[in-house]
């Protein structure tokens, strides 16, 4: 069994990768930003016995992921995996969302994981084995309106992540990242309102997609069941798409020209709520409301 540092294990995708892991019976170090404010998971645990130990950890702080890696590795002498999964992931076009959303995603989402990688790597390097897994999005390989500070830092952690695994493949450390679609879970639910002066009214389009594709009420344990099986090496990929909307997403950008998937932007309401359905999203009733 395997020792497992997991970030942002306060809801959704993180506790459903800390419960999972902990339940196949691997030693599972679960770390979130403030332990107080989300005591669901340790309570899991007691009442199960699960083999989790709960720690903080904000993944924008080098003394913060420093002080928490120092304690497993105190704990366990060793971190076999790690799942960057800490994120946020705030909506708005470039030129209305705040500069300070940009630089507090990329702060998160890229440079957060950043810092958990190059903790674990000494170690892992040094035993000639060991596991990186991260959770990016579709977000990373496609480029939605409305959607910018994600996508970048989606598509920087991918560049990112794939460059690793270049550098340490050789040396018995695995990289992998994970592209879930919609998942429903909590994150969604912190989007800030459209707001009712903007000059991209088309805005509603992206949240309309967000809301009627969680209504297929994807679960967050279908991200954990590919995390545990990138983990225990069953399964290999470096890119790992999940959920309903996942491949169907990948293969439509991948079918498109760089030029045509700009254009689509522009389509008409009714060819782009067609499209839509053709996704498994019904967007219509979400098109009535500003969400």
């Given at each position: 069994?395997?020792t497992?540092?997991?970030?942002?294990?306060?809801?959704?995708?993180?506790?459903?990768i800390?419960?999972?892991m902990?339940?196949?019976?691997?030693?599972?170090?679960?770390?979130?930003?403030?332990?107080?404010?989300?005591?669901?998971?340790?309570?899991?645990?007691?009442?199960?016995?699960?083999?989790?130990?709960?720690?903080?950890?904000?993944?924008?702080?080098?003394?913060?992921?420093?002080?928490?890696?120092?304690?497993?590795?105190?704990?366990?002498?060793?971190?076999?995996?790690?799942?960057?999964?800490?994120?946020?992931?705030?909506?708005?076009?470039?030129?209305?969302?705040?500069?300070?959303?940009?630089?507090?995603?990329?702060?998160?989402?890229?440079?957060?994981?950043?810092?958990?990688?190059?903790?674990?790597?000494?170690?892992?390097?040094?035993?000639?084995a060991?596991?990186?897994?991260?959770?990016?999005?579709?977000?990373?390989?496609?480029?939605?309106?409305?959607?910018?500070?994600?996508?970048?830092?989606?598509?920087?952690?991918?560049?990112?992540?794939?460059c690793?695994?270049g550098?340490?493949?050789?040396?018995?450390v695995?990289?992998?990242?994970?592209?879930?679609?919609?998942?429903?879970?909590?994150?969604?639910?912190?989007?800030?309102?459209?707001s009712?002066?903007?000059?991209?009214?088309?805005?509603?389009?992206?949240?309309?997609?967000?809301?009627?594709?969680?209504d297929?009420h994807?679960?967050?344990?279908?991200?954990?069941?590919?995390?545990?099986?990138?983990?225990?090496?069953?399964?290999?990929?470096?890119?790992?798409?999940v959920?309903?909307?996942?491949?169907?997403?990948?293969?439509?950008?991948?079918?498109?020209?760089?030029?045509?998937?700009?254009?689509?932007?522009?389509?008409?309401?009714?060819?782009?709520?067609?499209?839509?359905?053709q996704?498994?999203?019904?967007?219509?009733?979400?098109?009535?409301?500003v969400?």
């Open positions: 069994m395997s497992i540092l997991i970030t942002g294990c306060s809801t959704g995708i993180g506790f459903a800390a419960e999972l902990a339940r196949a019976g691997h030693t599972v170090y679960a770390t979130m930003r403030n332990t107080q404010r989300s005591p669901a998971l340790a309570q899991l645990a007691e009442r199960d016995n699960l083999p989790i130990t709960i720690l903080p950890m904000d993944v924008d702080s080098d003394e913060s992921v420093k002080a928490a890696m120092a304690e497993v590795l105190t704990q366990a002498g060793q971190i076999d995996v790690l799942v960057n999964n800490a994120g946020i992931g705030p909506l708005g076009p470039v030129e209305e969302a705040h500069m300070a959303d940009f630089q507090a995603i990329m702060q998160t989402n890229y440079f957060g994981v950043l810092r958990c990688m190059r903790a674990v790597l000494p170690g892992m390097r040094t035993r000639g060991g596991c990186i897994i991260t959770i990016s999005s579709v977000a990373g390989r496609l480029y939605s309106p409305y959607h910018s500070a994600y996508c970048a830092s989606k598509a920087a952690v991918e560049a990112l992540s794939e690793l695994a550098e340490v493949g050789p040396l018995g695995r990289v992998a990242v994970v592209q879930p679609g919609v998942i429903d879970t909590p994150i969604i639910d912190k989007n800030e309102p459209m009712v002066d903007t000059k991209y009214p088309n805005e509603i389009r992206l949240r309309a997609y967000l809301g009627a594709s969680r297929n994807v679960p967050a344990s279908m991200v954990a069941d590919t995390v545990l099986a990138i983990a225990t090496g069953e399964q290999t990929s470096f890119r790992n798409p959920g309903l909307d996942a491949g169907p997403l990948l293969g439509w950008r991948a079918s498109l020209s760089d030029e045509d998937w700009i254009a689509s932007a522009g389509m008409d309401e009714e060819t782009w709520i067609g499209g839509m359905a996704l498994g999203a019904d967007v219509r009733p979400y098109l009535k409301v969400v």
